[in-house]
């Protein structure tokens, strides 16, 4: 059974939503936010709270419930604060900076890379070394933070990359000298 799914979705007042033909939307002060919900599981609005019911009550109907639970929330938490993911550029003459909708970053090959931002990403750059990804779609937002990551994945000697603000990269030992 699934736990997550059970728990009610908190609505805060300035968020309208409306639920009609399988089409949720989800509308705030940040933005708007629009999903299909699956057909093996239905929505509630009720007080001030949604509520997700699965159709039947088998494995893989409480499984979306909790997976429907979870992104419904996320829609919500978007259109109302908003998400941020804050990436670290590591190693000597790596940076980036921001032009209109592109990130233009020197990660160490033999010429910049122009990474356009989606549509709903917006990016800002501190100390030309810290990337801070903001948008209300968490998904989208996640995708956009690996795609960056994946330009240069940090090493395991020096630590030199792209790497998550939270991540911790395991460093390896370099060749012992011989005597």
Do not use: C, W
Not at 48 to 75: C, D, F, H, K
Not at 165 to 177: M, N, T, V
């Amino acid at each position: 059974m699934s736990r997550v799914g059970k728990k009610p979705i908190p609505l805060p007042e300035k968020v309208k939503i409306s639920y009609a033909d399988r089409q949720l939307t989800v509308e705030g002060q940040k933005g708007k936010l629009s999903r299909e919900i699956h057909p093996e599981v239905d929505l509630q609005i009720v007080e001030g709270q949604i509520l997700v019911t699965p159709l039947a009550e088998t494995r893989q109907g409480q499984a979306l419930r909790g997976l429907t639970r979870s992104l419904v929330a996320n829609m919500v938490i978007g259109v109302d604060t908003g998400f941020e993911r804050v990436l670290e550029i590591i190693g000597i003459g790596y940076r980036a900076e921001v032009q209109g909708s592109t990130i233009v970053f020197n990660l160490g090959y033999s010429h910049p890379i122009q990474f356009p931002l989606p549509e709903g990403i917006t990016a800002r750059i501190e100390k030309n070394n810290v990337i801070k990804l903001a948008g209300i779609d968490k998904e989208l937002l996640g995708q956009t933070a690996a795609r960056v990551r994946k330009l240069r994945p940090p090493e395991p000697y020096k630590g030199k990359g792209v790497k998550y603000q939270e991540e911790y990269i395991q460093r390896k030992a370099g060749k012992a000298g011989t005597k």
